[in-house]
Structures are given as structure tokens and as C-alpha cells.
């Protein structure tokens, strides 16, 4: 077995989280902003010293490319982004990024011997947190979202649009750039958890089997306003008393599913919101995420079942956008498992609750997700933590499962 | 027993329904309003023409009397308000001023004896819709609110302030007009229900002892945030399934108490309220009214008495602020009731959940209120209705009891 450096890994992670740095803690690293453009700057000055060819495709895609042994095999590629939320922290993402670095930093150093190019990549404009959606750009490769339209979009709360910020940026590259199947065998990108089952089942590495399937509605009850004080309790059609016996109920139908379903009602809106006047609307979000999609056919039956009215009030719902389950590729898993099994570490095979650039590159090439331990399970904040040891040991997964794939395909 | 005429009084509601009308109908008639001072004008010179004499105090409260036959004698007035709320109704307020204007018209045309001097009169900014807070001319009257502070205030989404707008309208008086106990004698204020209760029990009447106390709370669950996708629920501080639990256990205990108590949860906030994130916080508001206040007391038990910790969540709660029950003055109360039985009606005693100008005056003078139906309990709205026979018979309950208040007193 072969392993990385777990104070080169370190620096790195210290390093990167200058860019963007806030007072106590954590970074605002918006996509394409002037601290992303440092990382991204940063990010080619160390490929280029260990001797890697920096491209970009035109999206701004980052891919740093050290050759292998055979010239004409295709590339073995670590991605994940540099771009965090506002108030973000130092791992989510850019963990992968660096991992990906120190790997290739570890190959050169140590010369590894690999037959295949290795590629570590930067995807732009993850988070969608500067300009919406989430996951653009690997949308944009994937034929998800239109370019043309992408580079429409103007800022969150600004005038810049995306186009205007990435050819602001100076990384406008060649389209023929992109990622592609011709050119490339395979993807990895290791991420932190951003949830607490490895912490709390003390578990060491995620093998992530794929990105959960999804459902999003919107339940609503309609009832009546009416005065506060001149309206006796026997007469009222409350919209928030209904809303909350469907949100108990549903906590209950739904919490008997299955113990590794997760639902989540974060979004509730009450009309006309006044305390002196009975609410007359309530609308509230559900999400419920599951690797099976029978699991999800369950959730859609227990919302196509709820009561049509509910203490007086009437009940209906808007069905949203949803996504099915996301597969991995079985042979990477294996290899990330078997690395993970000769090194020793403690781990779980699991599913990814978020959504991550992999889910779309698995639709061009076999790619695989590799999770490390959330401290308290946190993230999207800047108390997002993950140990030195961790964050080396994902690396040293990376490591010896890229080497096996290098091997292997 | 005496009459008015109810071709009059339903012919007055039709005339001041033009004074701010809306398409489709209802009104807009926001106090101090061009509307405003057009139902202004339209009331001086009717009572002018009755051969009242009309005068205003500092704050524009507007007093027109009709001479008794006694000169030393103190006056009996009639009052209530002019403006409306945003897309009010015909009702609200300006029933109350109309019936004293229809009581005393048929004083004059059917030449009924009476000793004491007669006054209808209007209070400026009863709604408090332009110029927060409600009730603020009778409440700077009665000492609540300063004067001073209440000229210097804004308008609703404006610059105008209250005293700009009371000066450009041409209605400021001598402040040795305002309602004073050394010239009155006793208040009647007649209003439309504003709830359900007299329409639903097919009464004509509500004979109002007073206006009932009140509490308010807002209760806060605090949570914490986590991810949608990647918390599994056994793991979840979740405030809004814990607040929804809340609720509906209040509803529970709150409803056992009595069940003339009425209370409310009108507002909710949600914290980040993002529908991939579980709910960190909700405060939620609670109102509460009933005339007795033992009553009131259990429902503070009830509050103080929540538990401390709710699924995983903290509970704690602000107390905001409140008001001890209005009674009416029982000699009065009696003058209503007995009119409304020789007339005839079917009627209740009750007590007014909502808040009246009579609610201050009854700290000044005897004060008392009746109650005509609100068509399905609905005011604060365009379509706000009474029956013209409805607004007849609580202008001949008034005339009757006006005039054994002035046989009596």
C-alpha cells in the first residue's frame, strides 16, 4: 500500500482556506469571485511545480494533467470545487480538490508508477450560491442546463452575470476541453460527509454507492381568517392548527417507512401571518430522499393519501421536480472499498443525501464518491471541521483506489 | 316605545358607503383620508341641517349636539369612528356613528322630549391603519398615549405624519372640547359584531358588558440547522415538528379550559426556512382573550407550564403585552337590555373580543356598546354586511335606551 502525507495534506487544507478567510473562522468563496480566483491561481502554481499541464474548457473547468506510462490511455480524473456558500467552511469541496492534488503530488514524489495520465480538476460554480442553479457547470458538460442561458444569469442580489464573471476571470478555455469519454477512463471525487453517521458510528470512510433519489412537494391547507378576538374556537377553520396535525401526522407515516429515509418540512409560509387574525393558508415544503425509489413510491403514496380536509380545512399539494437514485460505477466502488480494506480503515458503504458534480459525470464515465467523517455532521458553516488524520485518510483511499483503477482498466 | 325610520338609517349606510368606495364595493376610507374628510363634511352638514351644533377638539374628535330642554343638564353621546382599514367595509365604525345621527334625527323629526343635550360624535383614527396604533385619539383622551408623540407619527408606508395630516384637514379644534366628565353624562358606542356568535344563534342583538381581557405570547423552538439530504432523522433537532407537536398539545389544553376562552396562533416564523434545511428555529405567536380573568390566569399556567425541552428542542417564550377585562356600567347595560326587551329582540349579553374607543371612555365616563350581526362573522373586509333591518334595530335599541338613560339620570 502506498500513502500520501498527511502534513503535506495538512498544509494544503491550511493553505486554501486563506482565500476567502473570515474573521473566526470559515470563507465566503463565492464562484468566480476575486478569493476563488486566488485559489484557482494558487491551485495552478502547485500543479504546474510538480510538472502537470493546466487546461480549461469554456466553462472555466480547471483540469491539471500529469502523463502516465502509455501515451495513448485515457485519463483517470479527481474532481470536486474550489467555490464555497457564504459563510462556508474549509472542506466542503475544496477537500476533494486538494486530496486529488495531494494524491498526484504523492505519485510524483514518491514515482509511483502509472500507466494511465492522471488528471485532479476544478469544477465552476458548484454550490450555485453566486449564481443559481447548483452544480452549473457540470450541468452545462452533462446537457442538463443550457449554456446559453447559464451565462445569463445574473448574481444573487447583483447585476455581473456568469458570463460576464467568466470571461472576467481570464478562464475562458477550448470547449473540446470538456470532460469527455474519448479522453477519460474515469472520475473520483472525495467529499466530507456534511452529515454525522460516520462520526457518530465511528467510522472512518464513506464508499459512497451513489446520490440518493428525491421527491419535493408542497402540501397546503386552506382554511379561513377570522378574528382573534370575535370568533369562538368551535367556528374557526385554522389553516396552522390543521398544518400542524399533518405535520405530526406525516412525521409519524413517514418516520415508519424505513429508518434510512430522511424528510425534511424546512420551508413554511403562513397567510396573512397577524396575530390578531386566524391563519387562512398554510404552505410547507416536504423533501424526501431515499437510495431506493420504492422506498420514495411509499412517501408519494402516504402525501396521495393525506385527508382532503383536516380540522375544516382543505388539503391539497404541487408535486416539484424530483430526481431518481444515482447509481455509481460497481467496479470503482470496489476499488475504493479494497483500498479502504487494505489500509486498514474502518468504513461504511452508503448513499450521498446531497447532490454532488459525480451525480452528473456518472452519466459520461464510471465515477465513484469517496466520504471522510463531518465533525458534528456540520456543514455550509464555518465551524465545518474534519481532523488532519481524516483528511489524510481519504487521500490515502484516493491513493491506492486510483492506483487500482490505473491497474485494472 | 319609540322608532326610527329605517328607510333613513339604510339610506345614511348607502350615502357614506360612496366616501371611499371601492370597485366591486367595500371602501378604503383611511383616516384623515381625502374620503375621510368628504364623510367628514357630509356628517357636519347633516347635523347642521338637524340643527345641531358641531364643534372639534385638538385632535379632530368631532361633537355635534342637539340642545335638552334641561340647559344645565349633562350631554348623552353616541360615538364611534369614520375610517376604515385598507379594502374594509360599510359597517365598521361608521354604523355606530350613523345609527347616533338616525337616533337623534328622529328625536328632532318626532319631536321626542328629552332633557339632557344629545351628542353623535366622531373619533379620529379609531383603525389605526394609516396612523399606528388603533384607537389613538381616544386613547390620547384618556391619557394612553402622549399627545406629542402621537402627531410626530409616520404614516403607513409614507412621510405624512399624523399631525400634518390633522392640520391640512382643516379639523382641529379647541382641546376644551374633548370628551370630558364635567359635560357628559354617559357613552353608547353600537357596532357590528365582527364575529359569528349573534348570526350563527339567530340573535338580533348583543347587549356588550364589556370587552373581554387579553394576553399575548410568542413561543420560540429553538433547533438546530442541518442538511436535508444527510441527517438522518433519529439525529434531528427539528423546531418545526416539535412546534407543530406544541400546537396542537396547546389547542388541546387551551380548549379544555372554557369554552367562551378564545385564543389564536396567527404568526409563525421559521429559521433559516429553506426547504433543504431542517427548521432551526420557529417563534410563534399567541393571543388569548376572555372576560374573566381567572380564566386568563390558567392559560398563563398553561404557558408557564410547557415543558422546557420538546423533540430535542428548547421551548422558552416572551411575554408581550396584555389587558385586564373592560366592564361596561351596569346601569347602562341595563337601559340596553330593557330597550332591547320592550322592543321585543332576541339578544345575549356578550362581551367584545376586539378592542372599541368605548373600551377607554368606560375609564371616563359610564360606557356601554351594542351589537348587531356581522353576515358570517366578516368585517375587516369588503364584504362586511348587516341587514338594513339589522342596523334599524340597534338604532332602536340606542334611541330607547338613550332615552331611559335620560329619564334616569
Known amino acids: 500500500m502506498y500513502t500520501t502525507s498527511k502534513e503535506r495534506m495538512t498544509e494544503k487544507i491550511t493553505a486554501f482556506s486563506k482565500f476567502g478567510a473570515l474573521e473566526g473562522g470559515g470563507i465566503t468563496r ?48 479527481v474532481g470536486s470545487h474550489a467555490d464555497s456558500v457564504r459563510s462556508g467552511g474549509n472542506y466542503d469541496g475544496i477537500y476533494g480538490v486538494l486530496s486529488g492534488l495531494e494524491v498526484i503530488e504523492t505519485v510524483v514524489t514518491d514515482k509511483i508508477p502509472h500507466r494511465h495520465p492522471l488528471t485532479v480538476m476544478i469544477w465552476t460554480n458548484e454550490e450555485g450560491a453566486r449564481f443559481e442553479p447548483a452544480m452549473m457547470s457540470s450541468g452545462i458538460v452533462l446537457g442538463k442546463f443550457e449554456k446559453e442561458k447559464m451565462l445569463a444569469v445574473k448574481e444573487t442580489g447583483g447585476q455581473t452575470t456568469f458570463g460576464e464573471a467568466l470571461r472576467s476571470s481570464g478562464w475562458v478555455g477550448d470547449a473540446k476541453n470538456r470532460l469527455n469519454k474519448e479522453e477519460y477512463l474515469a472520475y473520483f471525487e472525495p467529499h466530507i460527509e456534511q452529515g454525522p453517521v460516520l462520526e457518530e458510528q465511528d467510522l472512518e470512510i464513506g464508499v ?65 401571518n397577524i396575530h390578531t ?49 444515482i447509481e455509481f460505477d460497481a467496479q ?50 464555518t465551524v465545518e471541521y474534519s481532523t488532519p488524520e481524516q483528511t489524510w485518510h481519504g487521500a490515502n483511499v484516493l491513493l491506492n483506489a486510483v492506483l487500482k483503477a490505473d491497474s485494472a482498466l
Open 332 to 381: 470503482l466502488l470496489d476499488f475504493v472499498e479494497g483500498a479502504t480494506k487494505e489500509l486498514g480503515y474502518t468504513y461504511k458503504r452508503m448513499y450521498s443525501g446531497a447532490g454532488h458534480d459525480a451525480q452528473y459525470v456518472s452519466e459520461l464515465l464510471p465515477a465513484v464518491m469517496i466520504f471522510i467523517p463531518s465533525k458534528d455532521g456540520l456543514s455550509h458553516t
Open 30 to 77: 463565492l464562484s468566480l469571485s476575486a478569493p476563488a480566483l486566488e485559489a484557482r491561481a494558487e491551485f495552478k502554481r502547485r500543479t504546474e511545480a510538480l510538472g502537470l499541464t493546466v487546461v480549461s474548457d469554456d466553462i472555466g473547468n480547471i483540469y491539471a494533467t500529469l502523463p502516465g506510462s502509455d501515451p495513448d490511455a485515457k485519463r483517470i480524473v
Open 208 to 272: 459512497v454507492g451513489g446520490v440518493v433519489g428525491m421527491v419535493n412537494y408542497d402540501i397546503i391547507l386552506d382554511g379561513v381568517a377570522s378574528h382573534a378576538g370575535t370568533t369562538p374556537q368551535t367556528y374557526r377553520k385554522d389553516a396552522l392548527r390543521a398544518a400542524s396535525k399533518v405535520i405530526t401526522d406525516l412525521w409519524e407515516q413517514l418516520g415508519a417507512i424505513d429508518p434510512e429515509l430522511v424528510f425534511t418540512m424546512g420551508e413554511i409560509f403562513c397567510k396573512p
Open 277 to 325: 387574525i386566524v391563519p387562512a393558508q398554510i404552505k410547507f415544503s416536504l423533501d424526501a430522499r431515499h437510495r431506493d425509489m420504492g422506498i420514495l413510491d411509499k412517501v408519494v403514496s402516504v402525501i396521495k393519501g393525506l385527508p382532503t380536509e383536516v380540522l375544516g380545512c382543505t388539503l391539497y399539494y404541487d408535486e416539484h421536480w424530483g430526481r431518481k437514485t
